[in-house]
């Protein structure tokens, strides 16, 4: 099983990245995934999920009208498309998988964003 997190860079204010996580060793289409942050000194917090087919989306306040989450189905992956970014956005930010029966969940590794001039 894995999950793995890539499309991390350092990126000026105002700028965009899209975050992209792949999925293997497991049927991607029966979990909801997620994306969550982590910055330094601080809790991990949640950033955005999107429901097994799609259907139902949600959003940290702080990131609402800036980050979309999708997902592609046929290709085993989520992404992230992160714009107007501020350097509070960075973070460590992480894909998660959750079984539709809530029984087990998989973690990415991680990739790193920097908003900063």
């Known amino acids: 099983v894995q999950l793995v997190e890539s499309g991390g860079a350092l990126v000026q204010p105002g700028g965009s990245l899209r975050l992209s996580c792949t999925a293997s060793g497991f049927t991607f289409n029966d979990y909801h995934m997620s994306w969550y942050r982590q910055a330094p000194e601080k809790e991990r917090e949640l950033v955005a999920g999107?429901?097994?087919?799609?259907?139902?989306?949600r959003y940290a306040d702080t990131v609402k009208g800036r980050f979309f989450i999708s997902r592609d189905n046929a290709k085993d992956t989520v992404y992230l498309q992160m714009n107007m970014l501020k350097p509070e956005d960075t973070a460590v930010y992480y894909c998660?998988?959750?079984?539709?029966?809530?029984?087990?969940?998989?973690w990415g590794q991680g990739t790193q964003v920097t908003v900063s001039s």
């Open positions: 998660k998988a959750v079984h539709t029966s809530g029984s087990h969940d998989y």
């Open positions: 999107i429901s097994s087919g799609g259907g139902i989306i």
